[in-house]
């Protein structure tokens, strides 16, 4: 179906809707929050940064529907997919193992480092209370919203090691996380470059329809095709750098991406290829 727009929800599906915001504390800041309506509730896809950016989805959620909140899920575990969980904790909240176990871990860390870019943050994410995802799995779930079923999966290592996509299959409707990115760069900070090329295979082999990205606009299988080719030509640029095929110059000259990213992607795709990327099963 064509979308709807109901004021900033975007209708991409049968009762499937996006949220994108563009701006956060008066800086540019794009990021998507999913909701799904079912007959026994609705499913959140995301809960955004901070307490009050939940606060804040929670009213506009009420805006378009009364429905009761039936499950929430997390694509994976950076914070500004999951630190406003806290504020949906009444229901079940869905993620990896892995997001629920890096939640705990690594979000102090996190933290520091955002505010040390951005110290006029420091109240509002003072207020933010961590909480994990109370529901996991490791390959597959289903969520089942009375009149329709939504499927959760894991593809595989990509942009983290813990990203799952949420298949809304009577709707044609995928939402990827930031497993993909539209009209942006995909992020390497956390990710494993060999890895993801694979992962981004599988997704293609998932789209019917419209995908949501984590960040950007809603894409279709054309724009989903081109980004997983170029995830597997930086993959095979990280393989041959490690082994000395080729220069680190000629890499980042043949690359998609701007070469500070690529970059990052040679070393991250070194560690990986060493094994030293952690241990987590694909």
């Not at 789209?207 to 095979?236: F, I, K, M, Y």
């Not at 990280?238 to 500070?260: C, H, L, N």
Request: charged share 25%; with cysteine; glycine share 8%.
């Amino acid at each position: 179906m064509a979308s709807v727009v109901h004021q900033s929800w975007n209708e991409v599906g049968d009762r499937v809707y996006v949220r994108r915001y563009t701006t956060w504390n008066g800086q540019p800041f794009d990021h998507n929050v999913g909701l799904v309506l079912g007959a026994d509730g609705a499913l959140v896809i995301d809960t955004r940064g901070s307490h009050r950016l939940a606060d804040e989805l929670i009213g506009e959620i009420r805006e378009l529907t009364q429905a009761p909140l039936a499950a929430v899920v997390n694509t994976h575990h950076h914070w500004d997919h999951t630190w406003g969980n806290a504020r949906f904790a009444a229901a079940p909240i869905w993620g990896h193992v892995r997001c629920a176990e890096h939640l705990e871990e690594r979000s102090r860390l996190a933290m520091d480092q955002l505010l040390g870019d951005e110290p006029s943050l420091r109240e509002e994410l003072a207020e933010v209370i961590v909480t994990p995802p109370t529901h996991t799995l490791v390959e597959r779930a289903t969520l089942d919203l009375g009149d329709r079923r939504v499927e959760l999966a894991y593809l595989g290592r990509g942009h983290t090691d813990n990203d799952i996509v949420v298949s809304v299959d009577d709707a044609a409707v995928l939402f990827a996380g930031d497993l993909f990115e539209n009209a942006a760069t995909p992020s390497f900070g956390d990710a494993y470059p060999m890895a993801w090329a694979e992962t981004a295979s599988r997704l293609v082999e998932l789209v019917s329809g419209a995908v949501v990205p984590g960040h950007g606009s809603v894409g279709d299988l054309a724009v989903v095709q081109r980004q997983a080719s170029e995830l597997r030509l930086v993959a095979t640029l990280g393989r041959d750098v490690t082994t000395g095929a080729i220069g680190r110059d000629e890499a980042v000259m043949r690359s998609p991406f701007p070469a500070e990213v690529m970059e990052l992607v040679l070393e991250r795709a070194r560690l990986e290829l060493a094994g030293e990327l952690g241990t987590g099963k694909d």
